[in-house]
């Protein structure tokens, strides 16, 4: 199933847009977790279909609120590293966002991880650039999870950075402090490169208010809602 997790501006209260997720429910072992399936699938090959179906869903519910003229976020999918092996993959989502409508370029993104830029090559990520080209915006995802983030940043347009939750998963008070600073200083590296900036894994007040005020008034996370089915997400937030 199709998920919807919000990303609310926290200076007006408004979602400013959702990420889709998916989630499994199996009929006899309930909920499996993505960290089960998601490699299996990237193993056997198969990842590939999953990040099709997630395109397809999330421009079907577009195109479906944009025809009865209802209010409609920005909604970003996550590609895997391996997409960027399977051409045809690619040439799908490229020869949709050349025949789809003008709305739906502007609403859905594309998110990919610091550490599947490494994996994918130079080669492969002009593939990326292809999709940003042609009207999709890149989200760069846990941005200071891996080992090179200021080199992706020098070598790869994005439009979107989305600063690692693994930065507020800490409860001592001298690591909570240093993260802080981190968080600050990528917040102030974005707006000189004129890119917008998303903080995930908020779960407090707290971490709001400091955040807000180093200049991040975006956010994803528990504080505002976990990942929900989309009639919920539609109901609730648009």
Avoid at 92 to 116: A, N, P, Y
Avoid at 132 to 154: H, P, Q, V, W
Avoid at 191 to 211: P, R
Wanted: contains cysteine; hydrophobic residues 35%.
């Amino acid at each position: 199933q199709v998920f919807y997790q919000p990303v609310v501006d926290a200076k007006t209260g408004k979602i400013a847009s959702a990420e889709a997720l998916v989630r499994w429910f199996h009929e006899t072992k309930g909920f499996i977790s993505p960290g089960q399936f998601i490699p299996a699938l990237e193993k056997g090959g198969y990842i590939s279909e999953l990040d099709r179906y997630m395109v397809r869903k999330v421009i079907e519910c577009l195109e479906q609120r944009r025809k009865e003229s209802r209010p409609a976020v920005p909604v970003s999918v996550n590609l895997s590293w391996m997409d960027f092996y399977d051409e045809n993959m690619l040439e799908w989502i490229v020869s949709g966002l050349q025949c789809g409508g003008k709305e739906e370029k502007k609403m859905i993104r594309f998110e990919i991880t610091e550490t599947s830029l490494a994996a994918i090559g130079e080669n492969h990520t002009r593939m990326l650039m292809r999709l940003r080209e042609n009207g999709a915006k890149i989200l760069l995802d846990d941005f200071g999870s891996g080992y090179s983030s200021f080199n992706t940043l020098k070598d790869m347009d994005v439009d979107v950075l989305k600063i690692d939750m693994g930065f507020l998963r800490t409860t001592r008070p001298e690591r909570i402090e240093r993260s802080m600073s981190i968080i600050n200083t990528i917040i102030s590296l974005t707006k000189t490169l004129g890119l917008s900036v998303i903080t995930e894994g908020v779960e407090t007040k707290e971490q709001i208010d400091k955040l807000t005020q180093m200049g991040c008034g975006i956010y994803q996370g528990y504080y505002f809602s976990k990942p929900i089915p989309v009639d919920q997400f539609e109901d609730t937030y648009l």
